[in-house]
């Protein structure tokens, strides 16, 4: 079912991927936030979340992604190889 926007345009339903720097930026308005603010409690959640959300964008960058890896080639049926082979 799509969801619809301010305006009553629809969208179709669709994964969100959001970069690191998102979280990055997150981050550091939390811990500014945390420095700003005179509520000691405040502070300490606000730095709290802040460690919980940078661990888990450590975690996904030390993931390594599976669609980036290398696909094996076959010598015997890529066609750049012969390419390659004739040039050296």
Same mark, same amino acid.
């Given at each position: ?33 945390? +420095? ?17 959300? +940078? ?34």
């Amino acid at each position: 079912m799509p969801r619809f926007a301010p305006g009553g345009r629809a969208y179709p339903k669709r994964n969100i991927v959001l970069s690191r720097d998102y979280f990055v930026r997150q981050v550091t308005a939390l811990l500014k936030f945390a +420095k700003e603010t005179t509520n000691p409690r405040l502070a300490a959640v606000l730095i709290e979340k802040a460690a919980d959300l +940078k661990s888990q964008v450590d975690e996904l960058s030390t993931t390594p992604d599976p669609a980036a890896q290398a696909l094996d080639v076959d010598p015997e049926t890529s066609p750049l190889l012969p390419d390659i082979r004739s040039q050296t």
